[in-house]
């Protein structure tokens, strides 16, 4: 009954006309992106982040929202018509759907696609409202010890999963923790690794950060890319999906949204992997596998509904635990953060209009994703014709107009502009930089959770052991290395072998 008066709560927070307005913007900027090649999620909300700033936080965080969920629905489109995927969780969409496409039923593979998104939203959404509130009363009895090794953790996790090089991936975590600590050391109020540039004596901004690496690291690096992009259908007809493409799809929708949501809730595991995971399911359980690859309504339905679950339930850790289960939900925390909001389970208490506000408008934003991209189509089909060398310039200009906004700082442009240099770097040496913003964003928080635990403890760092919660999350980071680092040593051990066998 209380979760019944929460969302009646929430609707009337989500339905003022500010909010719908808001939550409209961010639905129809993440469908523009995820159309787009080449501009995904991340590197849009981090170059909007600075307008947040000026907004209040309920309709800052529905629009950052609407664009997360929003571009996993665009980017089904370019996969579908164009071979080409939006989104890397889009990926697997092309196999299927753009077969699709070619033998005419360019149609129905769009309309399953977003009954799938839309059902997989709609089920998660529920799952959040359901799920978030026993998780903040959980999470409320957490003391410093169990922060610390809660966000340990997900660092972890959040390395180990997230790249094929662990070793890369955890440098990278080290590297978000080493920047997070650039400014004015917390007790003692001293200046630490600023140089002597008085700008840094406050930190480098999160926004800084997030613009430089996300957005025109990203974007630079794209231009490199190969700009051909052949739209197989530009007249879309026959939207409407036949009562058997309904009934083969239903099997697919509610086995990806079960698949997204488990994946969602874990720190480091993308939408990507749980459409993989989805289409893998549904070839295993088919009882003609052959028709995979060549237009299986089945390869649409499932590997979308499992994206959009695996992008809803990223919001249950961030909401709940303050804990970011990506590097876009890293980036919510950081709006969280510029608004002067505490993240944690706190916000669930101290500002319920937020959380259940943000809950309602999921469904509010879901319902408009299903309007805008069915009999939106064609307009979606020309922007995809758009050169992308026309849009880098604007994303520029955009991008400094942004950093400067939030301090009137010239210096930020600089350091943007230099990280963006850094990240381009990064991506060159294939080190994945998500796992270094989840360690900038947990970087202080863990800092002041740990000297906190140290100075209770008064300096015994058994504290993280011979606490119950702290110490399962001690053991659960362990075996997280174990299995990740066995089958690397295993494989590495066998190819020794057969070097000095032959």
Known sequence: MEL???????FSVALSLQNVIYCFVGVLLGTLIGVLPGIGPLATIAMLLPITFNLAPVPALIMLAGIYYGSQYGGSTTAILVNLPGETSAVVTCIDGYQMARQGRAGPALAISAIGSFCAGT????????FGPPLAEVALKFGAPEYFSLMLMGLVAAAVLSSENMTKALAMVAMGLIIGIVGTDVNSGMARYSFGIAELTDGIGFVVIAVGVFA???????????????????NVS?????????????????RGTAIGAFLGVLPGTGPAIASFSSYMVEKKLSKTPERFGKGAIEGVAGPESANNADAQC?????????????????????????????PGPQVMTQKPDLFWGLVASMWVGNAMLVVLNLPLVGMWVQLLKVPYRLLFPAIMAFSCIGIYSVNNSPFEIYLSALFGLIGIAWMKLEMPPAPMLLGF??????????????????????????????????????LIIIIMVLPAVKARRAAITDTTTT
């Open 441 to 478: 964003v947990l970087g202080p928080l863990m800092e002041e959770n740990l000297r906190r635990a140290l100075l209770i403890s008064r300096g015994d760092p058994t504290v993280f052991f011979t606490r119950p919660i702290s110490l399962g999350f001690m053991i659960a980071t362990a």
């Open 123 to 130: 089920v998660c959404t529920m799952l959040i409202a359901l």
């Open 314 to 342: 990223k919001f249950i850790p961030t909401l709940t635990l303050g804990i970011p289960a990506s590097a876009t939900m890293a980036l919510m925390l950081g709006a969280l953060t510029i608004q002067g909001i505490a």
């Open 4 to 10: 019944f008066h929460n969302l009646i709560f929430g």
């Open 216 to 234: 025109v690291g990203e974007i630079i690096s794209n231009l490199g890319d190969p700009e051909e992009r052949k739209v197989f259908t530009s």
């Open 238 to 254: 026959g939207l409407m999906p036949t009562m058997k493409d309904l009934r083969d799809s239903a099997g697919p929708i509610a």
